[in-house]
């Protein structure tokens, strides 16, 4: 099993920054460390949970959605096992629940270059972010 555990969320405003905090642990995760892909997730009231970063522990490559790119940043601590979204320049519609996924790599040594929900099998309970204008 993996256990995921987020922190981190809050209220900001437009404009300003957080930064979302994952704590991973677990028999499997500490097996598999290297070949795990860590990703961030965030679903709206009413909307579907979509993908935000994905980061592959075992090279640290990176993939981002279009609509986070130039603004989010993820990245791992190994040494803590943990997970990091530094968010910038944040926008009203950035304004959700963050989930924090992992999912053990069989295929090749990176993650998918996509951001869905089926890739990832261990899942955080969620931090609220809330940007106001």
């Known amino acids: 099993q993996v256990q995921l555990v987020e922190s981190g969320g809050g209220s900001v405003q437009a404009g300003g920054s957080l930064r979302l905090s994952c704590a991973a642990s677990?028999?499997?995760?500490?097996?598999?460390?290297?070949?795990?892909?860590m990703g961030w997730f965030r679903q709206a009231p009413g909307k579907e949970r979509e993908g935000v970063a994905n980061?592959?522990?075992?090279?640290?490559?990176?993939y981002y959605a279009d609509s986070v790119k130039g603004r989010f940043t993820i990245s791992q601590d190994n040494a803590k096992n943990t997970l990091y979204l530094q968010m910038d320049s944040l926008k009203l519609e950035d304004s959700a629940t963050y989930y924090c996924?992992?999912?053990?790599?069989?295929?090749?040594?990176?993650?998918?270059?996509?951001?869905?929900?089926?890739?990832?099998?261990?899942w955080g309970q969620g931090t609220q972010v809330t940007v106001s204008s």
């Open positions: 996924a992992a999912g053990v790599v069989v295929v090749g040594s990176a993650c998918p270059a996509r951001l869905i929900t089926t890739d990832y099998s261990y």
């Open positions: 980061i592959y522990t075992g090279g640290g490559t990176t």
């Open positions: 677990g028999y499997t995760y500490d097996r598999y460390y290297g070949r795990v892909c």
